[in-house]
Every structure is written in C-alpha cells, then in structure tokens.
C-alpha cells in the first residue's frame, strides 16, 4: 500500500472520531517512510500546561513512560560496558546506603533482574491519577530520598513472581546506570544513545532532587522514537549489544493473554513495544520490517486507544499485516 493511501486510511480514522488528541505517527516499512503525519492540540510537559501546539516534525513531544524502555537499553550498554551488574546479582547490594533494608532477609533477596521486569513485590499503586500523591510514583518525587522510598515499601508479594507497574523499579535501574557510569543518566544517554542515533536534542525533565525521572521524563520527536524502534529492529545497531538486546525483549514475566514483560520493553507474539501514558508508542514488528512510532494528548484519560488504532487499523490494516 502507498503512503497515500495509508494517509487516506489516517484521514478517514480521524473523520471518524477514531484517533482523538493524535499529535503525530511516522511508520517506516521496508526502510521506506510510508506515514507521517503531524496534528496540533492541547499539550502538556508531565503536569505543566503548554497550551495549544501545532505539532512538526521537531517539536518534542513527552513520551512518558516510553522513557522507561529507553531507561532499559541504557542499562543494557552500561552492562555491555561492564558497568552495572548482572541482572542475577542482589539489588541491595548495590544501595549499601542502606544496611537497614540489607538486614532484612526478605528484602536481601531481591536481585536487579527483578527491578527490570517490576517483579520486586513490593507495594505500588500506580493505578490513581498522576496527579495525585496517593500514586506511588508521584508520592516518590516527594519523598526526601526516593530510592529509600521505593526498598522500604511493605513486601506484599513473592520477588519474581508478578509484575506490578511500578515507575520506582525503573528508577532503581536508573540509579544503577548512573552509579556505574558516574554520569548523570541524561549525560549517558546523550553520549552512548541519543547521539549514535543522530538525536542531537532532547529534553529530559528533573525532580525537585534533580534527578532525570526516569518514569517518564524524557521529551523527544516522533522521528526520536523511531529511530529508537529501529535500533530494535536492527538488533541494536551496534550501540546496545545484541545479544543483551535479545535477552531483554524475551518475555520475562506475562501481563495477559496477548502480552508479556521483558526488561523495561513489552513483548507480544510478533511485536515489541514501549508504551506511554496519553497514547505515547513504539511499535516494532522484525517479521514485517516495520516500525510505527505515535504521539497522542490523551493524557490520564480513560480511552488511550488512540495509538492502538493507528498501529492496527491504519498501519498494521494498510500493510496487509
């Protein structure tokens, strides 16, 4: 299908009412774009209005919790670097300013790995707006040290035994990059990530400590994204190391049915994914050679279907896939 008609699919979705708040998509098949598309709308940095944006193709955009799957191949080069530790190694052994959580045998046993597939069994409740500091994430940010916050949390489930969605798990990855590295996690990315890639600007927004929120604060372009999905489908491109990239996007723990968690990336039958709140993707299927990258403002609103609908009933329809 041409990039007409795969426009003419975009086109008739919207008339529909079928993508609402879409604020950009560019898909490239066979190494051919065969979609781009900008719109404007209502926008936001994290909570922070910005009014209404005409979207281009270098407006950055936040990317929300994509910026957690970016926040795992970081992980995945240190490692490459022999910088961080193994995902098998003890998690607490890592955070030696703490011996009081250490000395608990229940939470000795926790290991990186389970940080990496949010299987630490602890308690977290991301389920409330994120707006709220009845979230767990939010309630982090506030916290006088949010790396304690997130080891002291009461042990209410087996480590490795169920995935519960936790910004704090990626958070700890992060703080191992950054120990490791001795750079700040936005000084990394930029050397070993962003600039491989040919992503010359970037915004990474900071806590009250600092600290780049490793949860969801990156800012990057629809353009950003794909180029990050491309990394995917090229194995990692010579910038994360292939076999650490397999490693990563093999199911680990399974969410439902139709999905499964590896390292900071979802994993599906045919496709890898990073989501992020309002309707924020990227979407790699290897056996088509395709990959999809979206932008949406459908932020903590009940129907993030927006992406979904791009990706399936405009691309993924449109391809034949």
């Not at 052994?93 to 290991?111: I, K, N, Q, S, V």
Request: charged content about 25%; overall charge negative.
């Amino acid at each position: 299908m041409t990039a007409d008609a795969l426009a003419d699919r975009l086109a008739r979705a919207a008339d529909r009412g079928r993508v609402p708040d879409l604020h950009g998509v560019v898909a490239v098949h066979r190494g051919e774009v065969v979609l781009e598309h900008y719109g404007e709308g209502e926008d936001f940095r994290l909570n922070e209005p910005l009014g209404h944006v005409r979207f281009t193709p270098d407006t950055l955009h936040d990317v929300r919790s994509v910026t957690k799957s970016v926040v795992g191949l970081l992980y995945g080069i240190a490692l490459g670097e022999g910088r961080v530790p193994e995902p098998g190694e003890p998690l607490l052994r890592h955070f030696p300013e703490y011996p009081d959580l250490a000395g608990d045998p229940r939470r000795a046993a926790l290991t990186v790995e389970h940080a990496l597939t949010m299987t630490l069994g602890l308690e977290w409740n991301e389920d409330v707006p994120y707006t709220s500091p009845a979230n767990s994430e939010i309630a982090m940010e506030f916290a006088p040290d949010r790396f304690r916050y997130i080891l002291e949390r009461p042990i209410v489930d087996e480590p490795g035994v169920r995935r519960s969605y936790s910004g704090g798990a990626t958070a700890l990855v992060a703080r191992l990059v950054e120990k490791g590295t001795g750079s700040a996690l936005e000084d990394y990315a930029r050397t070993r990530l962003f600039e491989p890639l040919g992503i010359g600007r970037f915004e990474w927004t900071t806590g009250t400590d600092g600290r780049a929120l490793a949860a969801a604060g990156l800012r990057l372009t629809p353009r950003d994204l794909l180029a990050i999905g491309r990394l995917v489908l090229e194995r990692g491109a010579g910038i994360v190391p292939e076999s650490w990239l397999e490693t990563a996007l093999s199911p680990h723990v399974r969410i439902d049915e139709d999905s499964c968690y590896g390292y900071q990336w979802y994993v599906g039958d045919s496709w890898t994914a990073a989501f992020g709140n309002g309707g924020q993707r990227i979407h790699v299927v290897p056996a088509l050679d395709l990959v999809v990258a979206v932008t949406a403002g459908r932020y903590n609103l009940p129907d993030q279907s927006t992406a979904a609908v791009v990706v399936d009933e405009v691309v993924l329809a449109g391809i034949g896939g």
